[in-house]
Structure formats: structure tokens, C-alpha cells
């Protein structure tokens, strides 16, 4: 009798314990995108084609820590389509051909926006007939050529005003109209059925009027049966104002049935960052991944450059500094640790995709 309780124990305690096997530590860095896949996220990071082509480091940073890609430049209008009908692949061929050597995902960045557009489209002046017939050619090259091979595409890009909650008065707006958007996305469905396509807004991830203009818009595509699947939610972040509410406002739009990803992630630090602002970002690192996590339709975080010898910030922020999880040097930051600290939490903290 004795021995067959203490059997039961034993064997309670062992199946226990193997079900319980959270590694202690934080695991090492190299695990990450097997982590990420248990989640079913994935996590991303945003690739230019020169160090992608020229620099080995740059590339096992990559494919040792992320599971997804996404064309910093590359894919944008201005170098995809520099004079109308002329089109260079080189740059997006390279992106997604190293994708798919690694098993990485693309998401597509992107399609319709006002920046980084060729003067020829940007200084043309355009009936609608015109601007429609550039959109939908646009379109075709660059979904038509990637179909299947990009599993999902940032369609609209920065609608909104930067800090107002109107629709920003951009060359498509102004000859199109507001369908302008309804109208590419429309245009992309038909060309690839399969691919989820988004619309990406950066000032939203805290909430406010920009966020709820957001939202107002998209119920109203989605009730006229607009074929729109995702809202990106860039993540610019400024060291110490990462909304503690994330979660919440990204569970606002897949409330609406549609999904979510965290497209551009990075936490600026006003220079000189020190050691302590290193250890916060990393817990802003932290929360931001487990915000996705808490939301069952969040698929994708994905970082705003390898490390900060690459990063947007300095040149765009003057006066901020080590934004990204790798420093200049591909040294693993304190914020790589922190996206490795969320998930190492046990997949089955994250409720299933519904
Ligand atoms: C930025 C790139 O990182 C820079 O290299 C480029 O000079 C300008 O664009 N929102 C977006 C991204 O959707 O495409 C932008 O990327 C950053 C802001």
C-alpha cells in the first residue's frame, strides 16, 4: 500500500514537473523564433538590401533571432516604380528571396502612402481616371509579382494626420476622395485573394481621437464588405511613454474581427542614454511583446531595424539614441532580453486564435 502511494507521488511529482518545464533563466537568445512559433507569433524585423547583401553579421542577427522580414525602403514606390512603368525588382527580389532561403515570412511595406513616392507620380497632375489606372498597374506589379510569397501587405499607409484625427489630405485623398482607401484595398484583394492586408497608423497605440477615428473608419469599411484583414500598429515609441494599456487598444480592432501586428517597433532614448534607461527600455521591450501575446489576433511584432547601427532614429529624431534591441556593434541590448522574457511565458497563457 505504502509503495503504491509513493509511486503515485513519484509519478504525479515527474508529470508535474515535465508539464511545468519553464526554463529557469532567461533562455538563450538563440531560441527566439522557436519561441515565438510556439506562440504562434511571429516576430519580425525590418531589413535594408545593402547589409543584407554585403554584411554576414547582419544576417545571422536575422535569421538567429526572427522568424519574419519586412523592406525597410526597399518595396516603397519611390524605388520600386522610380519612373512610370519602370520597374526595379532588385531590391525587393533580394528581400524575398533571402526570406524564403530562411524560412522567414515577408509582410509587404508598402503600397499607398505619402512619403517616398518618385516625383514623377508625386508632381504629375492626374485625373481619376489616371490616378486610379497608376494605382491599380502599382498594385499588380507588386502583389501580382510577390502572390504567395508575401503573406501580408501594409495597403494604406499613415491615413490620419500625424496628430489629428482627420484624414490626411495626401495626392490619392485629393484626387480620389476618401475611397481612395476602400478603392486599393478593394484593387489588392482581387489581385491576391490569399494575402491579409492592412492598414498602418502610427499614434494609435495608446488610444485618442486618432485611434478612434481609426476605429470609426474601419467599421464602416468592414460593413460594406471592404476586404480589409489587419491593422498595424507601428510602435514608435519614446523611452518611458509605451502605453500600459497596449493590449486593450489593439483588442479594440480584432474585437471588429480583424487581426493586429506591432509593424515597426522601436523605443528612442533622448541621448546620452544611460545604463538605467537600457534596463527600462527592456522592460518596454518586454510589455509591448506581451501585449501581442495577451491578444489572441495579434500575429506579428516586428522591430524596426537590425540594430542601431541601422536604425531610422538618429537621423529622423536628432538628439535620440538606441532605439533597437542590438546596439552598433550587434551586441545583444538589455530590450532583446526583455522580448525573450515575454515569451518564455507558457504558450498555454496565450488563449488560442479563435
Ligand atoms: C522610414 C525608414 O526607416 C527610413 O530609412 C526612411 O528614410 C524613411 O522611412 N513609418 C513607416 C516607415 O511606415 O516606412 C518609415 O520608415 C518610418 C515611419
Not at 35 to 51: K, S
Not at 54 to 72: F, M, P, Q, W
Not at 135 to 151: I, T
Not at 296 to 315: A, L
Request: hydrophobic share 35%; net charge negative.
Amino acid at each position: 500500500m505504502f509503495t503504491a502511494i509513493a509511486l503515485c507521488v513519484a509519478v504525479f511529482l515527474t508529470t508535474a514537473l515535465l508539464s511545468d518545464n519553464l526554463p529557469s533563466g532567461p533562455p538563450d537568445e538563440g531560441e527566439l523564433p522557436g519561441m515565438a512559433r510556439t506562440h504562434d507569433i511571429e516576430l519580425g524585423v525590418a531589413v535594408a538590401v545593402n547589409p543584407l547583401v554585403h554584411d554576414g553579421e547582419y544576417r545571422s542577427v536575422i535569421t538567429e533571432h526572427y522568424t519574419s522580414v519586412t523592406a525597410e525602403n526597399t518595396m516603397k514606390w519611390q524605388y520600386v516604380q522610380p519612373q512610370r512603368h519602370q520597374f526595379d525588382w532588385s531590391g525587393p527580389d533580394t528581400v524575398v528571396g533571402f526570406a524564403e532561403s530562411h524560412d522567414l515570412n515577408v509582410r509587404g511595406h508598402t503600397l499607398l502612402w505619402h512619403n517616398q513616392l518618385p516625383s514623377w507620380l508625386a508632381q504629375g497632375s492626374w485625373s481619376q481616371d489616371e490616378l486610379r489606372q497608376i494605382m491599380r498597374e502599382h498594385l499588380r506589379a507588386l502583389l501580382g509579382r510577390y502572390k504567395g510569397r508575401v503573406s501580408a501587405w501594409d495597403i494604406i499607409n499613415e491615413p490620419f494626420e500625424d496628430t489629428s484625427p482627420h484624414l490626411r489630405e495626401n495626392l490619392w485623398y485629393r484626387v480620389l476622395g476618401p475611397d481612395y482607401i476602400a478603392e486599393a484595398l478593394s484593387m489588392a484583394h482581387e489581385i491576391d485573394p490569399e494575402a491579409r492586408l492592412y492598414i498602418n497608423e502610427f499614434g494609435i497605440e495608446g488610444g485618442g481621437d486618432k485611434a478612434d477615428a481609426l476605429h470609426t473608419l474601419v467599421e464602416d469599411l468592414l460593413q460594406r464588405g471592404v476586404p480589409l484583414h489587419g491593422i498595424g500598429f507601428q510602435g514608435h515609441f519614446v523611452h518611458g511613454n509605451v502605453p500600459e494599456d497596449l493590449a486593450d487598444h489593439m483588442r479594440r480592432f480584432t474585437d471588429l474581427g480583424l487581426e493586429v501586428s506591432v509593424t515597426e517597433l522601436d523605443v528612442r532614448i533622448p541621448e546620452p542614454s544611460r545604463e538605467d534607461a537600457l534596463e527600462e527600455q527592456a522592460d518596454e521591450y518586454r510589455r509591448v511583446v506581451e501585449a501581442c501575446l495577451d491578444v489572441p489576433r495579434c500575429v506579428n511584432v516586428t522591430v524596426w531595424g537590425v540594430s542601431d547601427q541601422h536604425s531610422w532614429v538618429p537621423e529622423w529624431f536628432p538628439g535620440y539614441t538606441d532605439a533597437l534591441p542590438f546596439d552598433e556593434d550587434y551586441g545583444p541590448k538589455p530590450a532583446l532580453s526583455g522580448m525573450t522574457e515575454a515569451l518564455s511565458r507558457r504558450p498555454s497563457q496565450r488563449r488560442p486564435h479563435p
